[in-house]
């Protein structure tokens, strides 16, 4: 159906760009009241999560634009952003036009702008959307920003947004510097019913709909609630395409298709489908072997395991074929993460040379001749492998752990992680 035909004079629903109209519902107005009170906080941090689609791009905007034009605001998509990449966007957002390719310059220069701006009373504010997909690098680079005091306050508000729950990531050790300062954990949820039939009326107000209880009944907004799951994002497309298929007014609810439903970022580590009270599950167990005969059982039960030739590991295997301190395996939730630590002989996985890998129930881990079998039915599966970038995020502290216990054991120090940032004090 054509938009005039509809008694539209503009799209109601655009997918791209700014919305015609801003529609917010409770948990959009908690939100924002998370980011005002970030921006106003000494020592304001949060994180705003929510599935793709859920208006959180809408939100942030909205915000800063409310926002005083003498507070400096950098915006940044930390999709794939390395250090260096992560401190340049900042810097142009500040207003900064460089050409410098040293982090450390980089963020030296970050570093002098927001001291100066908070020793002015007008201290910047820092929004990374896409938080999840910045690499380990950029990630110690926020935590370092998030250090800089002027005073008792916070010379950098900081608001980390991102579609997946972003508790592994501020859990980990290596992230000490955020957690200190959160401030909120926000979690958007859906709308509601009848909420979802209020944001529907609304947007069809403001695009010049008369009557827009007509184009869009009752019974329709309840059809497009469940085909959308109450998400902002999804109803808008899910709306248009409901309006493009009808060939007359009232639109009907044939019109209306399901979409695909994202589930929301609170379910990461309970969804709510199994009774609170029910057992966790079991930890993995390793099954070490050598020529067919099983030589010792393990219950990987810790954060970390360490397996090699040194009697400090582990796992210790007596093989000249076996590196000193072999491979590294790192527990965090249902993933184990295996690493291999510049073995001479290599690390290999189901017959594949690795020097990193998620484990999945059943994989086979070789270590010169010994065979280490892994089970774990609740491990990742392939179809579940979204977000385990940040599995170098979790492991960051431990690894530094593992490092110090070579040193004492006298091998090779492992290569650093990342970009040698400077630490900076107030």
């Known amino acids: 159906m054509e938009l005039e035909a509809a008694g539209l004079r503009e799209q109601p629903f655009p997918t791209h760009g700014k919305p015609l109209a801003v529609v917010t519902y409770d948990s959009q107005r908690a939100a924002l009241d998370v980011l005002r009170e970030t921006h106003e906080h000494p020592t304001g941090l949060s994180l705003l999560q929510g599935p793709a689609l859920s208006g959180k791009s809408v939100l942030v905007r909205s915000f800063i634009e409310s926002i005083d034009d003498h507070c400096a605001v950098a915006l940044v998509d930390g999709k794939g952003l390395n250090t260096t990449d992560l401190l340049l966007a900042v810097l142009r957002q500040f207003g900064y036009d460089i050409d410098l390719s040293s982090a450390n310059e980089l963020l030296g220069l970050v570093r002098v702008f927001a001291l100066q701006q908070a020793a002015s009373n007008v201290p910047p504010l820092l929004v990374v959307e896409n938080a999840q997909e910045l690499n380990p690098g950029a990630l110690r680079a926020v935590c370092e920003l998030a250090q800089l005091r002027v005073r008792t306050d916070s010379a950098l508000k900081i608001v980390l947004v991102s579609d997946r729950s972003l508790a592994s990531v501020v859990g980990a ?254």
Not at 259 to 279: I, K, N, Q, V, Y
Not at 302 to 309: A, E, F, Q, S, V
Not at 317 to 337: C, E, K, M, P
Request: aromatic share 6%; with cysteine.
């Open 173 to 426: 050790p290596a992230m000490e510097a955020v957690a200190n300062r959160l401030l909120h954990d926000f979690h958007l949820r859906p709308m509601t019913r009848v909420e979802t039939r209020d944001y529907l009326h609304e947007k069809l107000v403001a695009a010049g709909s008369d009557f827009p209880t007509f184009v869009f009944p009752s019974a329709v907004c309840d059809r497009l609630w469940d085909a959308s799951g109450g998400w902002p994002g999804i109803i808008d497309r899910v709306a248009l395409q409901a309006l493009a298929k009808a060939e007359s007014l009232p639109v009907g609810a044939d019109t209306v298709e399901a979409a695909t439903l994202p589930g929301g970022t609170w379910h990461d580590d309970f969804d709510g489908r199994e009774e609170a009270s029910a057992e966790p599950p079991s930890p993995p167990r390793l099954v070490v072997t050598n020529n067919g005969s099983v030589v010792r059982e393990v219950s990987l039960d810790k954060p970390r395991l360490l397996i090699g030739r040194s009697a400090h590991n582990d796992i210790p295997i007596d093989s000249r074929f076996v590196s000193r301190h072999h491979a590294l395996l790192v527990r965090h939730g249902n993933t184990t993460f295996l690493m291999d630590l510049n073995s001479t002989n290599g690390t290999f996985v189901n017959a594949r040379r690795v020097s990193n890998h998620l484990l999945l129930h059943d994989d086979v881990i070789a270590v010169g001749h010994h065979r280490i079998e892994f089970s774990d039915p609740h491990a990742t599966t392939p179809g579940n492998l979204e977000g385990v970038e940040l599995g170098d995020t979790v492991v960051m502290k431990t690894l530094e752990d593992v490092r110090s216990l070579l040193a004492q054991d006298n091998a090779a120090l492992l290569p650093a992680a990342g970009e040698d940032l400077p630490t900076l004090r107030s």
